[in-house]
């Protein structure tokens, strides 16, 4: 199960209630991706990301250890082959955050009957651009590198199998009910097996 969306449609607070969720369900693995990022306050290395240093990314992309990577606002970020390949192997529901081109990569790689690619709409950029600057400090220069890849994000709606409306706060709980009923539905896929 891929999740995309554009930065501050929060699809990060919805995966971290997903892992609440489904904390004791052990067929239900969510990939945790490596960054050359700094860490947010709060971020727990492991948790969400892997924050390494960009020698160890770089030296992990000539060692294909990544099923696909990207760099987004000058950080690096990717998805280690072992964090999906593993866990479906094992038949394992997996949840991973991604961004575009990642979801484009693994599409390549992963059969659709094997991927389930969701969409979260958080709404126009002026509202997408308050949450961003609410959530941490950031340039106007990083601001404008957003709303540019919000761009080219929206448009990506067409590769999703299901698209969530989050663009307002009251459909938070209406968001987080069917990415559990997804998540669900995909878990007695897997049992039937």
């Not at 240093?53 to 082959?81: C, Q, V």
């Amino acid at each position: 199960m891929l999740i995309m969306a554009p930065s501050g449609s929060g699809k990060g607070f919805l995966i971290s209630y997903l892992r609440l969720m489904f904390a004791d369900t052990p067929q239900v693995h969510f990939a945790v991706s490596c960054t050359t990022r700094i860490p947010r306050p709060g971020e727990v290395d492991g948790h969400a990301y892997h924050f390494v240093s960009r020698e160890k990314f770089e030296a992990d992309i000539h060692n294909d250890m990544f099923l696909e990577w990207a760099e987004y606002s000058g950080n690096l970020y990717g998805t280690p082959r072992e964090e999906i390949v593993k866990p479906l192997r094992e038949g394992k529901v997996v949840v991973r955050e991604v961004e575009l081109q990642g979801v484009l990569a693994i599409r390549e790689q992963i059969p659709p009957e094997n991927r389930t690619i969701i969409f979260i709409d958080g709404g126009a950029w002026d509202i997408l651009r308050e949450r961003i600057i609410a959530r941490a400090p950031i340039s106007v220069g990083e601001l404008e590198q957003r709303r540019q890849r919000y761009l080219e994000e929206v448009s990506s709606k067409a590769f999703a199998d299901i698209v969530l409306d989050n663009s307002e706060d009251h459909k938070v709980a209406l968001a987080k009910a069917k990415l559990v009923d997804i998540i669900q539905e995909a878990l007695f896929k897997v049992v039937k097996k």
